[in-house]
Nanobody, 127 residues
Framework: QVQLVESGGGLVQAGGSLRLSCAAS????????MGWFRQAPGKERELVAP????????YYADSVKGRFTVSRDNAKNTVYLQMNSLKPEDTAVYYC????????????????????WGQGTQVTVSS
């Protein structure tokens, strides 16, 4: 099991940027595929982007494509979500998630594929 702690959320004006971090502890995060999800009030949790053990990022939600970038630093056991050109509709609680895997290219897209979750960090984008 790995413990995940998100940080970097906050209040930002539309058009601004934030970088979220997800620090992993307990087990070597490089053994995990990771993912960023978000949940807006009254809506279901949705995948933002997964990232493989090797840093592959083959998928982004259409709503964030071209604006958000997911990356990881396995030496620091940290995954990042760089969010640019933020919009009010990006307002949500953002969660990182992890699942241990032997594959270097596995990028799970369903929340039920993940076994460990952080507590979330609030991102609020004002218009």
């Amino acid at each position: 099991q790995v413990q995940l702690v998100e940080s970097g959320g906050g209040l930002v004006q539309a058009g601004g940027s934030l970088r979220l971090s997800c620090a992993a502890s307990g087990r070597t995060s490089s053994s995990y595929a990771m993912g960023w999800f978000r949940q807006a009030p009254g809506k279901e949790r949705e995948l933002v982007a997964p990232i493989s053990r090797s840093g592959g990022t083959p998928y982004y939600a259409d709503s964030v494509k071209g604006r958000f970038t997911v990356s990881r630093d396995n030496a620091k056991n940290t995954v990042y979500l760089q969010m640019n050109s933020l919009k009010p509709e990006d307002t949500a609680v953002y969660y990182c998630a992890a699942v241990i895997t032997g594959s270097y290219i596995y990028t799970p897209r369903l929340d039920r594929e993940y076994t460990d979750w952080g507590q979330g960090t609030q991102v609020t984008v004002s218009s």
